[in-house]
C-alpha cells in the first residue's frame, strides 16, 4: 500500500470509532447514566487512539504537519456527515456543502507550496 494511501486510510477508521465515541452516546445511551456513555465513550476512543497514533506517525513521514492537519479535517468532515444522516438521522443540509468547499479551500492553501 502506499505510503500516502496508509495514513490516510488508518484516518479515516480512526475518524469513524473517534465520531462513536463522541456523539454516538447522544442515540445509543442517552437514557443511561452520564458515567456509563463516559465509560462507553472512552472504550471506543481506546481504538480511535489505536489508528490514529500510527496514522499520524506514517503520515508525517510523507505530509508536512499542516497537510497533515488538513486531511484529517477534511476526513473529520466527511465521516461526520455520513455519521449525521444515515446514523443520527439528521437531515442533509446545504451548510454541508458550503462547510466542504471552504475545506477544499484550505486544502489548496495547505497543499499548493511545497
Given at each position: ?35 456509563v ?32 492537519k ?45
Open positions: 500500500m502506499s505510503q500516502a494511501v496508509l495514513p490516510i486510510s488508518l484516518l479515516v477508521l480512526s475518524n469513524v470509532f473517534m465520531t462513536f465515541a463522541w456523539y454516538g452516546h447522544l442515540k445509543s445511551f442517552k437514557e443511561s447514566a452520564l458515567w456513555a463516559i465509560l462507553v465513550s472512552w472504550g471506543i476512543a481506546f481504538f480511535e487512539y489505536l489508528l490514529q497514533v500510527p496514522a499520524n506517525r506514517i503520515g508525517y513521514t510523507q505530509f508536512t504537519l499542516p497537510q497533515l488538513i486531511i484529517q479535517e477534511v476526513i473529520t468532515m466527511v465521516v461526520f456527515a455520513g455519521f449525521s444522516v444515515l446514523y443520527m438521522k439528521q437531515s442533509l443540509k446545504l451548510d454541508f456543502l458550503w462547510a466542504g468547499l471552504c475545506l477544499i479551500g484550505a486544502v489548496y492553501f495547505i497543499f499548493r507550496s511545497p
